[in-house]
């Protein structure tokens, strides 16, 4: 009986331990690229955003974690402890964060962080710090970490944002929604002097029924950033691409530029101004590219068998593609694990060995300072949390 006791109780323990992440490493010697937890202690991660807020020359990560309904900061600890849990706090709360990004809003030198929230919430907030922007203990306290709602956007289901810096030097955020009112919004400072969000200027550039990715690039080599998006769903549905107008941004239209993915549900995408990777939910992604002529040119591609519902997609090198999928609402028998590897002409190679997952979008960075991408992202469904899984050495 006493040997019984003594085994439920370290079997209790170990499981605790493992579903903190303290051993993620050690109990992961069998992925094909080996697992790393950043926090695996709360439920429904959903995104990974990177900005250097203490200022080291290192990529800092903020999250928003759905199910728990709050925002976290993360800091690089360097590649010497990166495959440790990272230093983190909470510094927003708020219900059904979908995305969470970096952005100095007052333009002071230190960054705030802007969450997308859908649900019933329907709000973006922006959580800002007003704390010691080089101290770690600083960041890492949750009093110095201010949350205030952007009420002129109140009532749409947010899912993304994304910082833009337009020709004449206005900065701005350029948002997302999904639902029947959706939206692709600019938020634009009126003025150069205007440092408080909630007096900025809210612009509708196009209507949407979810729209999953926003990337900033120069697609027609002018000189600004034009708005590469990806839309889902609805009669809007597309990869395309919005040019930043020549005269003040909320009085000019941002003339429409059709890549494609019409008749498919497209997800995640990576964008440049001759290629485009979308992920979709139809068992394919399709490799966009661009010829001479402005004309794109599409190539339609299999994901790997039984893995239909994609969700990011990342281009590695020249010939090596990452993807992410999310391999728990696909109703297969076959249990697929979620994050899946392609270089050429050779079959697709599952990256990690837990199956039945929700990955996210994902970042490809080099953690642990070996000269090679590994791939940063997060989980939802079996609390995998935020996570990074090391590149073996592929370039």
Request: hydrophobic share 35%; proline share 4%; glycine share 8%.
């Amino acid at each position: 009986m006493w040997n019984q006791f003594k085994h439920l109780t370290l079997t209790i323990v170990v499981s605790t331990i493992v579903g903190m992440g303290l051993f993620q490493t050690a109990l992961n010697e069998d992925e094909p690229w080996k697992r790393h937890a950043i926090d695996s202690s709360l439920e429904g991660a959903d995104g990974v955003r990177l900005a250097d807020f203490n200022q080291d020359g290192l990529a800092d990560i903020v999250t928003g974690w759905e199910e728990s309904g709050v925002v976290k900061l993360y800091l690089n600890p360097g590649p010497a402890k990166s495959k440790q849990l990272w230093p983190q706090a909470i510094i927003g709360e708020g219900k059904s964060p979908e995305d969470a990004v970096a952005f100095d809003v007052d333009d002071d030198g230190r960054l705030e962080v802007v969450s997308c929230h859908e649900g019933k919430l329907k709000q973006v907030l922006v959580h800002q710090f007003l704390g010691i922007q080089r101290d770690t203990e600083s960041l890492l306290t949750r009093s110095n970490w201010k949350t205030t709602p952007v009420s002129q956007l109140d009532g749409q289901m947010w899912m993304f944002a994304t910082p833009i810096k337009l020709r004449n030097g206005q900065r701005g955020l350029v948002l997302g929604s999904k639902g029947r009112t959706a939206s692709l919004t600019l938020l634009l400072q009126p003025v150069p002097t205007e440092t408080d969000i909630r007096n900025w200027v809210s612009c509708k550039l196009r209507d949407c029924g979810w729209l999953m990715s926003i990337q900033n690039i120069d697609m027609d080599d002018d000189g600004d950033v034009d708005i590469v998006f990806s839309d889902r769903k609805s009669q809007s549905r597309a990869v395309a691409w919005l040019e930043q107008p020549d005269k003040k941004a909320t009085e000019a239209k941002w003339v429409e530029h059709l890549v494609g993915a019409t008749d498919t549900e497209p997800l995640f995408i990576d964008a440049t101004p001759t290629q485009i990777l979308v992920s979709t939910r139809d068992s394919k992604w399709i490799d966009f590219r661009r010829d001479d002529q402005g004309r794109w040119d599409k190539t339609e591609h299999d994901n790997p068998i039984d893995v239909p519902l994609g969700k990011a997609i990342r281009l590695l090198g020249k010939n090596t593609i990452i993807l992410s999928a999310n391999t728990k609402a696909d109703n297969s028998r076959t249990q697929q694990p979620g994050l899946w590897l392609k270089k050429s002409q050779e079959p697709w190679q599952a990256i990690g060995s837990t199956r039945e997952c929700k990955f996210d979008r994902m970042e490809l960075i080099d953690l642990d300072g070996d000269g090679d991408l590994d791939v940063l992202t997060c989980e939802e469904r079996q609390q995998l949390g935020v996570v990074w899984y090391e590149n073996p050495g592929i370039h």
